[in-house]
Nanobody, 118 residues
């Protein structure tokens, strides 16, 4: 099992920045990739950014050039730096992890609210 705890959400004005953190614990060695999803009210949850255990990253088109995902293996923590935030980025952001044996992200954090005011 892997436990994920997010932090760093909050209220920010459009154009501002926030950094989300996700601390992982438990069977860390079983994790192949970690990522951030978000879900806005009335919308489906979708993948924002991912980082694999060997450092490869991937981003949704809507956040490319504005968001950066990174990981600190020594701290078992993944970060999402969000710059140039827009009201459309308002959502609950979830940290997720995918085990090496899993084809989908199968561990989830509790979520952290990000609200961007115009």
């Amino acid at each position: 099992q892997v436990q994920l705890v997010e932090s760093g959400g909050g209220l920010v004005q459009a154009g501002g920045s926030l950094r989300l953190s996700c601390a992982a614990s438990g069977s860390i060695d079983s994790v192949a990739a970690m990522g951030w999803y978000r879900q806005a009210p009335g919308k489906q949850r979708y993948l924002v950014a991912t980082v694999t255990s060997d450092g490869r990253t991937n981003y949704a088109d809507s956040v490319k050039g504005r968001f950066t995902i990174s990981r600190d293996n020594a701290k078992n923590t993944v970060y999402l730096l969000m710059n140039s935030l827009e009201p459309e980025d308002t959502a609950v952001y979830y940290c997720a992890a995918r085990a090496r044996w899993a084809g989908v992200y199968n561990y989830w954090g509790q979520g952290t609210q990000v609200t961007v005011s115009s």
